[in-house]
């Protein structure tokens, strides 16, 4: 079968690092786009997972805690300049 080009944009830096992954790999990048289309179409998805990071337990807690705040417009006290903030957090320490 005849090969062809394809264009890919991409940022700049990506791409360098992309290269750098491929020779590391010991390969080329029209390898590995070309692994990733073969095992794309072989099986009929793409073949990692898309989405985002789960927040651990911690951050989710603290997300938790937030919306309840807001629900119940207990913000807590309001700082007009870091310094004070910072300053009176770390009195209590």
């Known amino acids: 079968m005849a ?4 264009n890919i944009r991409m940022d700049s ?3 360098q690092q992309f ?7 010991g390969m080329t990048m029209s390898t590995a786009f070309n692994i990733f289309a073969k095992k ?4 009929y998805r793409i073949p990692f ?11 989710t807690e603290a997300i938790r805690e937030v919306q ?5 417009r207990e913000i807590g006290k309001i ?14 320490v």
């Open 3 to 6: 090969n062809i080009n394809v």
């Open 13 to 15: 830096d990506l791409k």
């Open 19 to 25: 290269e750098a992954f491929c020779s590391d790999m």
């Open 40 to 43: 794309t179409v072989h099986e």
């Open 49 to 59: 997972t898309i989405g985002a990071d789960i927040p651990n337990d911690e951050t």
């Open 68 to 72: 309840t705040m807001k629900k119940s």
């Open 79 to 92: 700082y007009s300049d870091v310094d004070t903030m910072m300053k009176e957090l770390l009195a209590d």
